[in-house]
């Protein structure tokens, strides 16, 4: 095994600003990576948490399995009520879209359920959003879209619905 080499506090800035690039040129791994490192130096950086949630999530269609829990779980630790939702939606709009390039059965029906949810939790950011950040209403537009383009986008109804004697 090797031994990690520890960032200059006075670099993470820049070692963001790479991370940042990275992503936007496909490379998630080597970004998520970046991200890791600035936060082995400072775990509270919420610019290097939210990153890694977004660099999680862009390898949900190779690596949901090992990125799902882990982003989950740094969205939900968020301080930021607003943050909290956004990120959480973010996650489930991306799932979705990661189900649907799958020719899983049922993942139709599991983006829906996705879909759906993050329409809510984006709901509930756009109610206590910042004034002039309608981040989360544009991230509800396009899932309505997607949901409208395509019927065959729906929930399961083949599933029994518990009555209330059970």
């Known amino acids: 095994m090797f031994d990690l080499k520890r960032l200059h506090k006075d670099a993470l800035p820049g070692?963001?600003?790479k991370a940042e690039r990275y992503r936007l040129l496909g490379e998630a791994r080597?970004?998520?990576s970046i991200?890791?490192?600035?936060?082995?130096v400072d775990p509270a950086d919420v610019a290097a948490q939210i990153l890694l949630i977004l660099v999680l999530s862009d390898q949900f269609i190779h690596r949901l399995?090992?990125?799902w829990a882990e982003a989950g779980a740094l969205a939900a630790s968020l301080q930021d009520p607003y943050a909290v939702a956004y990120y959480d939606g973010i996650l489930h709009e991306r799932r979705a879209k990661a189900l649907l390039k799958t020719a899983r059965a049922g993942a139709r029906q599991g983006a829906y359920a996705d879909f759906r949810y993050a329409m809510?939790?984006?709901e509930e950011a756009a109610a206590i959003a910042p004034s002039g950040d309608d981040a989360a209403l544009l991230r509800w537009n396009t899932c309505a879209r997607i949901l409208n383009a395509?019927?065959?986008i729906k929930p399961d109804t083949d599933s029994p619905v518990p009555s209330m004697l059970e």
């Open 15 to 17: 070692a963001l600003a």
């Open 30 to 32: 080597e970004a998520e």
């Open 35 to 40: 991200c890791r490192d600035v936060l082995a």
């Open 65 to 67: 399995a090992e990125t």
């Open 120 to 122: 809510a939790r984006f």
């Open 150 to 152: 395509s019927p065959e």
